[in-house]
């Protein structure tokens, strides 16, 4: 069983801070190669945000790097984002690929979703 709860958006002024949590619950028989975020914006596709990898990487999408910064506790995924911009107004979604241990194919899961609202 694997379940992904988010957290942390709201609205915010253009250049302030907020930080959205991902609590990610998984069976013991599973692994994660890869927790991220995504979001998506009214009338357009679902874009990455950025990974982190069971490697130890981290990746980010070109327009936040620089501001936005993902950190792992456990099983817990954070985004601090800074210097929000009203471009940034969107559902950010987790996101992991999930494995049995015993499989190379991954499943993707998806948390339900939390609004961040960048005011200008």
């Known amino acids: 069983q694997v379940q992904l709860v988010e957290s942390g958006g709201g609205l915010v002024q253009a250049g302030g801070s907020l930080r959205l949590s991902c609590a990610a619950s998984?069976?013991?028989?599973?692994?994660?190669?890869?927790i991220g975020w995504y979001r998506q914006a009214p009338g357009k596709q679902r874009e990455l945000v950025g990974v982190?990898?069971?490697?130890?990487s981290t990746n980010y999408a070109d327009s936040v790097k620089g501001r936005f910064t993902i950190s792992r506790a456990q099983n817990t995924l954070y985004l601090q984002m800074n210097n929000l911009k009203p471009e940034d107004t969107a559902v950010y979604y987790c996101?992991?690929?999930?494995?049995?241990?015993?499989?190379?194919?991954?499943?993707?899961?998806w948390g339900q979703g939390t609004q961040v609202t960048v005011s200008s």
């Open positions: 996101n992991a690929k999930v494995r049995v241990h015993w499989d190379v194919r991954t499943t993707d899961y």
């Open positions: 998984v069976g013991s028989i599973f692994s994660i190669d890869a």
């Open positions: 982190h990898t069971s490697g130890g």
